[in-house]
Nanobody, 122 residues
Framework: QVQLVESGGGLVQAGGSLRLSCVLS????????MGWFRQTPGKEREFVGS????????LYADSVKGRFTISRDNAKSTVYLQMNSLEPEDTAVYYC???????????????WGQGTQVTVSS
């Protein structure tokens, strides 16, 4: 059984930083593209970024480029999302997902975590 578990969310002031983690179990982590998405009430899940199998390539949404960094540790089956210079607009539930293909489309991610809340106060 595949399981993704996120952690690291919380409340932070604007301009602050948080690091989210997501651990995958039940499958070989290194075979998956790992993505981060976020969602606010009433809106669709939004692509934040993704990282390839070898961690040499990462893709980011324009809204977070230069502020967020995705990394992965295949030995720990973990993907990270380092979020700096946080803005109130970054407030959302953040989800990690696992896909077999590089994609920004949520429906093409086979597995999802339960989500972690990030709240940025102004």
């Amino acid at each position: 059984q595949v399981q993704l578990v996120e952690s690291g969310g919380g409340l932070v002031q604007a301009g602050g930083s948080l690091r989210l983690s997501c651990v995958l179990s039940g499958r070989t982590f290194s075979t998956y593209i790992m993505g981060w998405f976020r969602q606010t009430p009433g809106k669709e899940r939004e692509f934040v970024g993704s990282i390839g199998w070898s961690a040499t390539s990462a893709l980011y949404a324009d809204s977070v480029k230069g502020r967020f960094t995705i990394s992965r540790d295949n030995a720990k089956s973990t993907v990270y999302l380092q979020m700096n210079s946080l803005e109130p607009e970054d407030t959302a539930v953040y989800y990690c997902g696992a896909s077999t293909k590089p994609t920004m489309v949520p429906a093409l991610y086979a597995y999802w975590g339960q989500g972690t809340q990030v709240t940025v106060s102004s």
